[in-house]
């Protein structure tokens, strides 16, 4: 199983970024999907989740910003963040289970100025 996220860069605050996270080696239909961040000097914090029928949840931090999606024609998670602030900096990680194990893609940094 390998998770592939991407789409992390530099932006202004109040833009917007879209990161994606390709899986493989994996029934991708079957699974949830979650993204997680951490801030420097911070612990790594739930984001948003997906379930197998799209069913969404979101930290308060990132409601009404921040939108999960998924294409499971592509194996592949999305996290539409708008409004970004700069608080919003950190690494992104996506994240599946599978089988009661826990799979995390690599991380991709996004950082936002002010």
């Known amino acids: 199983v390998q998770l592939q996220a991407s789409g992390g860069g530099l932006v202004q605050a109040g833009g917007s970024l879209r990161l994606s996270c390709a899986a493989s080696?994996?029934?991708?239909?079957?699974?949830?999907m979650g993204w997680y961040r951490q801030a420097p000097g911070k612990q790594r914090e739930l984001v948003a989740t997906?379930?197998?029928?799209?069913?969404?949840t979101y930290a308060d931090s990132v409601k009404g910003r921040f939108t999960i999606s998924r294409d499971n024609a592509k194996n592949t998670a999305y996290l539409q963040m708008n409004s970004l602030q700069p608080e919003d900096t950190a690494v992104y990680y996506c994240t599946t289970t599978w089988f009661r194990r826990g799979y995390w893609g690599q991380g991709t940094l996004v950082t936002v100025s002010s």
């Open positions: 080696g994996i029934f991708f239909s079957r699974i949830a």
């Open positions: 997906i379930t197998r029928d799209s069913i969404t």
